[in-house]
């Protein structure tokens, strides 16, 4: 199946989707790699405010590259999702609504999509650089410092991704 669906309205979406389908999104992606992921883990181990809501939220594993002058952002292809499972079991737990990279999950992350009915789309390795034409804005919101890995707020346009793990736990990886 196709569906073009919102962001914000994605929650709703969860226990429709099924592995293979393709989801053309819509809307407010955060971008967070292993730098990002260790500091917003540090502020939630100190109880202090983060960069955005984790609740309802989908992340992106993207760095993109710096901007050229015609562009919202440079060319900003996937990076390996398996880089951020320590971390993502706990986020999900958070009511994280979707992660999006490339490649598999470990089992404790699939288990924690299903457990929180969430999913883990992908979109293409190696299409960074018309992955960037799907995005219509891009604004670093945290971390800036860790240049290409800060936390960004980016604007999607049907974005393609494919759902790579359902809310049921069906992966296109086995």
């Known amino acids: 199946m196709n569906y073009k669906i919102k962001c914000s309205e994605l929650r709703n979406y969860l226990n429709t989707l099924n592995v293979g389908d393709r989801v053309f999104l819509s809307g407010k992606v955060y971008t967070a790699r292993d730098a990002a992921h260790a500091r917003i883990f ?12 984790i609740k309802d939220a989908v992340i992106y594993y993207a760095g993109p590259t710096p901007t050229p002058d015609n562009l919202a952002i440079g060319s900003c ?4 999702s ?14 994280l609504c979707a992660t999006i990279g490339k490649g598999g999950r470990s089992k404790e992350v699939t288990e ?16 960074g650089a018309l992955a960037c034409e799907c995005i219509t804005k891009c604004d670093v919101i945290a971390f800036e410092d860790l240049g290409c890995e800060s936390v960004k707020e980016l604007e999607f346009k ?17």
């Open 77 to 80: 292809g996937p990076t390996t």
């Open 82 to 95: 398996c880089r951020m499972d320590k971390f993502a079991p706990k986020l999900y737990d958070m009511r």
């Open 42 to 53: 540090d502020l939630i181990d100190k109880g202090e405010k983060l960069p955005f809501e």
């Open 112 to 127: 924690s999509i299903v457990r929180n009915k969430s999913v883990y789309l992908c979109a293409i390795g190696g299409a």
């Open 158 to 174: 049907d974005f393609p991704l494919i759902v790579g793990i359902d809310s049921k736990g069906n992966s296109i990886f086995k």
